[in-house]
Nanobody, 126 residues
Framework: QVQLVESGGGLVQAGGSLRLSCAASGRTFGGYAMGWFRQAPGKEREFVSTISWGGSSIYYAGSVKGRFIISRDNAKNTVYLQMNSLKPEDTAVYYC???????????????????WGQGTQVTVSS
């Protein structure tokens, strides 16, 4: 079992940056592949980025590729999402998620994740 808590959301102007953090507690964090997802008002939750348990394999949704950077610090039990060149369409609640133990690779399918944080709001004004 692992508990996830996101932070770092807020209000930012278009073109600005934010860094989200997801702190994990519970079982060994380094054994979990992690993902970031987001849900905009009136829309379904969608994949943003994922990182393997060791950090060597990373994938991004096309809409954020080149602007967002996912990383992890297993010593701090934390995964990050650096968001640059933010656009109004990035406005959403952002969630981090962890796959079940022993799944070392990330996934873009939210059904592959067992553990979820409560979410953090990101609002980008035009």
């Amino acid at each position: 079992q692992v508990q996830l808590v996101e932070s770092g959301g807020g209000l930012v102007q278009a073109g600005g940056s934010l860094r989200l953090s997801c702190a994990a507690s519970g079982r060994t964090f380094g054994g979990y592949a992690m993902g970031w997802f987001r849900q905009a008002p009136g829309k379904e939750r969608e994949f943003v980025s994922t990182i393997s348990w060791g950090g060597s394999s990373i994938y991004y949704a096309g809409s954020v590729k080149g602007r967002f950077i996912i990383s992890r610090d297993n010593a701090k039990n934390t995964v990050y999402l650096q968001m640059n060149s933010l656009k109004p369409e990035d406005t959403a609640v952002y969630y981090c998620a962890a796959r079940p133990p022993f799944y070392r690779s990330g996934s873009s399918d939210q059904n592959d994740y067992d553990y979820w944080g409560q979410g953090t709001q990101v609002t980008v004004s035009s």
